[in-house]
T-cell receptor, first 112, second 112 residues
Framework: GNSVTQMEGPVTLSEEAFLTINCTYT??????LFWYVQYPGEGLQLLLK?????DKGSNKGFEATYRKETTSFHLEKGSVQVSDSAVYFC???????????FGAGTRLFVKA | DVKVTQSSRYLVKRTGEKVFLECVQD?????MFWYRQDPGLGLRLIYF???????EKGDIPEGYSVSREKKERFSLILESASTNQTSMYLC???????????FGSGTRLTVV
């Protein structure tokens, strides 16, 4: 079956630190991969996506590269800000499918 | 700006009441989804709809039903609310294909 595993949080960083949140997946077929972000009290927002192997998704300084050989889609940012504090969800959608599979979420705290 | 609007941010209902949660999207999206989000359990799919009047059960449909009479509106119905349905409810829409979801801001429902 399809599944997404992401690193447990919380992750606590100082402002301007480098961020990596690990995500690996299991899928039949060739899924599209996503990162969503949820700020306190809000719904999820699509942060970035990649639809095929070696694609890099990027948005707001965040990046993730679709690695088929390691079945991974790790989220990175070179310099985090306090405003990046949120919960980040890795997700996959299989080709031709309707249902997105979400990881458990990783909470990020950024200290000033 | 495209939107998914959930009718209430906070709702308090009594055990046994029939509860309607409304979701409206203005993007002409084909697919709509209802999730609940609980601490430690992540996002769990309740129901989804891929066309007007079409619906499919998700992972936890028990105690819920849905209605999609018009393309833009997807309603979640709790037939007889119970305390274990206290949760954050998230609605999402998607145009199909490998696009990401657009989420509403969520409805925090408390059943007392």
């Amino acid at each position: 079956g399809n599944s997404v595993t992401q690193m447990e949080g919380p992750v606590t960083l100082s402002e301007e630190a480098f961020l990596t949140i690990n995500c690996t997946y299991t899928a039949t077929g060739y899924p599209s991969l996503f990162w969503y972000v949820q700020y306190p009290g809000e719904g999820l927002q699509l942060l970035l996506k990649a639809t095929k192997a070696d694609d890099k998704g990027s948005n707001k300084g965040f990046e993730a590269t679709y690695r088929k050989e390691t079945t991974s889609f790790h989220l990175e940012k070179g310099s985090v800000q306090v405003s990046d504090s949120a919960v980040y969800f890795c997700a996959l959608l299989n080709t031709g499918g309707f249902k997105t599979i979400f990881g458990a979420g990783t909470r990020l705290f950024v200290k000033a | 700006d495209v939107k998914v609007t959930q009718s209430s941010r906070y709702l308090v209902k009594r055990t046994g009441e029939k509860v309607f949660l409304e979701c409206v999207q203005d993007m002409d999206h084909e697919n709509m989804f209802w999730y609940r989000q609980d601490p430690g359990l992540g996002l769990r799919l309740i129901y989804f709809s891929y066309d007007v009047k079409m619906k499919e059960k998700g992972d936890i449909p028990e105690g819920y039903s849905v209605s999609r009479e018009k393309k833009e509106r997807f309603s979640l119905i709790l037939e007889s609310a119970s305390t274990n349905q206290t949760s954050m409810y998230l609605c999402a829409s998607q145009p199909g294909g490998d696009y990401g979801y657009t989420f509403g801001s969520g409805t925090r429902l408390t059943v007392v």
